[in-house]
């Protein structure tokens, strides 16, 4: 090959060597994803063995011929961010460039993203011989949704009703891609299935570019829907990945006809038993309950609607009791029963009933009372039982068989039933004395004493007293007699002087006879008479007491005499008497008064010493 061949074909190898190792490689993500009103970034990468000439950001405008418009150009002196555009004053580019990796990059951040930003973005570099490569980004905005709503129908579903009717409704807002929607039967999911369940939706999108999303379900309704529990859930999608939220739980209410009547009594909880208040509550089985009407012996009843109530029942009031109803929906009836009894207990018979027995007779006592269960008896007396059972047996009557019998009877199984009679019963014969006549404590202020005599018998009897003067055998009269009625005979009291040795006499008696007792009462003379002497002897240590008191105080007001004399103070002398109206005295006068006074003084003295004293003196 000639050198004229050779030379352009080399120039050519050379050429396209240099545009192999000068192309622009861009390197960009197929999508970012974010947040609406967040930051979002778009990188761009290239290769390029120098820093790139020019970098030209375009995004495709909406529409179907998806025409491009330039938001951003650089090159090595110029950076331009186009003007007017909706990106205007929200975006940036910043720029780096390795020279080892030969690798650069212009990032686009987008601030406050909004849902119109979910486009295609295209970054293109030029190099130094004019060419050029590009790449594409989709940016995707997300917006979580709020939390779904869900309204239930309150207002009941009948069971009766044909196809599907509309259970509930699930409803979320400002969400953005759209939002799925499930629903949950007691957490089992739901789908729509023919003639079962059916479930509609509806997406509304809202000015601000955001959706709504609805969804409906309807379902045919059983019986054993009403415990059911259904929900719906709700999942959405995020940056980078999927979210999901339920709502709260429901129930529905389930109409179906009542098919079965069940009756109670609501109160009392024990047996019944005539004066209670007895409520009768009648339910059926199904939803809502019906009209119910109460049926005794063929007459129909006044009720509240589902509660029969009786008071003040009584033995009438026992039987079947029905109750029937008529249901609204599907005009079916039903009814059912219930059979009470009405508890009674009788007035108590006593035979017989008041009874006059004679001493040493025998009787038999009985006590029955109609009721409807059986009964328990008892017979007290005082409070003691006697017997347990409903005939009472008294053996060789004395007067310790009087009192009052109580007779109680009680329904055995219901003890708030119980009734109980009295009595009385009387032995009749000749009065007895039962503690003879007793005395009581004297009373020293009057000498009395009190007397009491206590008889028993029937009739009762009348008791009269006597008393006589043991010593002259003369009657002596009684004062006042107190006589006191007891259950089982006569209580009589009386008030003597015991001032000498007394015979009391006690005598009871009725038709049937009489009957005496005596007593002794000693005189009480040696008790007074020592209460004489007591009170002598007391007035004697009295008298002594006033005679060395009234000496004490003569001899103390002579000692004061004796000494207001020997102070001068006494004008005493046998001149006589001195007159003391005069204002002054002559010293001659004064001088004879001392000198008396020392002579009488002296006179004293020997009178006092002992001294002998002469005739005259």
């Not at 999508?31 to 967040?38: A, C, D, G, Q, S």
């Amino acid at each position: 090959m000639t050198l004229r061949y050779i030379a352009p074909l080399v120039v050519g190898l050379v050429v396209l060597t240099c545009k192999t190792w000068a192309a622009v490689d861009v390197s960009m993500e197929d999508r970012v994803e974010v947040y609406l009103k967040n930051q979002a970034e778009i990188p761009c990468i290239y290769t390029l063995q120098e820093p790139a000439l020019m970098v030209v950001w375009f995004t495709k405008l909406p529409g179907k011929d998806q025409s491009r418009m330039r938001i951003y150009y650089y090159d090595n002196l110029t950076e331009i961010i186009e003007e007017g555009s909706e990106y205007t004053g929200r975006i940036t580019v910043s720029h780096s460039y390795d020279p080892k990796d030969v690798r650069g990059t212009a990032i686009l951040t987008i601030d406050k993203v909004e849902l119109s930003d979910q486009r295609e973005f295209i970054c293109m570099v030029h190099n130094v011989l004019k060419e050029s490569g590009e790449g594409h980004t989709r940016l995707q905005v997300f917006k979580s949704p709020s939390m779904p709503v869900i309204d239930g129908t309150y207002t009941g579903i009948s069971v009766n009703e044909e196809g599907p009717s509309k259970v509930a409704n699930c409803k979320v807002d400002d969400g953005y891609p759209r939002p799925n929607i499930t629903w949950y039967k007691n957490s089992f999911p739901l789908q729509s299935s023919d003639g079962e369940i059916k479930i509609l939706e509806s997406v509304t999108n809202k000015p601000n570019g955001l959706l709504a999303l609805e969804s409906q379900l309807f379902i045919t309704v059983k019986r054993e829907d009403e415990d059911a529990v259904f929900y719906c859930e709700v999942q959405y999608f995020v940056p980078g990945a999927s979210k999901m939220v339920e709502s709260k739980l429901i129930n529905i209410t389930v109409h179906y006809p009542t098919t079965k009547l069940t009756l109670s009594i609501n109160s009392p909880e024990r047996l019944i038993k005539e004066g209670d208040t007895v409520e009768i509550h009648c339910e059926g089985n199904g939803k809502p309950q019906p009209i119910f009407t109460f049926i005794h012996k063929g007459e129909y009843l006044s009720a509240e609607n589902e509660i029969l109530t009786l008071q003040n029942v009584n033995r009438l009031n026992s039987g079947t009791y029905e109750c029937q109803s008529l249901d609204s929906i599907s005009y079916t009836e039903a009814e059912g029963s219930i059979n009470i009894t009405v508890h009674y207990l009788d007035d108590i018979v006593v035979t017989p009933e008041e009874t006059v027995l004679d001493q040493g007779k025998d009787l038999t006592l009985t006590c029955n009372a109609l009721s409807s269960s059986p009964t328990n008896t008892t017979w007290y007396k005082d409070n003691v039982t006697l017997v347990e059972g409903h005939v009472l047996e008294l053996h060789n009557a004395s007067y310790n068989t009087s009192g009052m019998y109580r007779c109680e009877v009680m329904v055995r199984y219901l003890t708030e039933l119980r009734k109980q009679k009295f009595v009385q019963i009387n032995v009749q014969g000749k009065p007895e004395i039962t503690k003879g006549i007793e005395v009581g404590l004297m009373n020293k202020a009057d000498r009395s004493v009190m007397l009491t005599c206590s008889a028993q018998g029937y009739p009762l009897p009348n008791i009269s007293w006597s008393l006589f003067d043991q010593r002259t055998s003369i009657p002596v009269p009684v004062a006042k007699v107190e006589n006191q009625n007891t259950d089982t005979g006569v209580v009589s009291i009386i008030s003597v002087k015991a001032t000498s040795e007394l015979k009391a006499n006690c005598r009871a008696y009725n038709e049937f006879g009489e009957v005496d007792a005596s007593h002794i009462i000693k005189a009480f003379a040696r008790v007074t008479t020592t209460t004489q002497a007591t009170s002598t002897q007391g007035g004697s240590g009295v008298a002594i007491a006033v005679i060395i008191i009234c000496l004490l105080l003569i001899a103390i007001l002579g000692s004061v005499l004796y000494f207001l004399y020997k102070k001068g103070k006494l004008p005493c002398g046998r001149s006589g008497k001195q007159d003391f109206t005069k204002e002054k005295a002559s010293k001659d006068d004064i001088v004879m008064e001392m000198k008396s006074g020392k002579s009488e003084e002296a006179v004293l003295l020997q009178g006092v010493n002992g001294d002998k004293k002469s005739p005259t003196e």
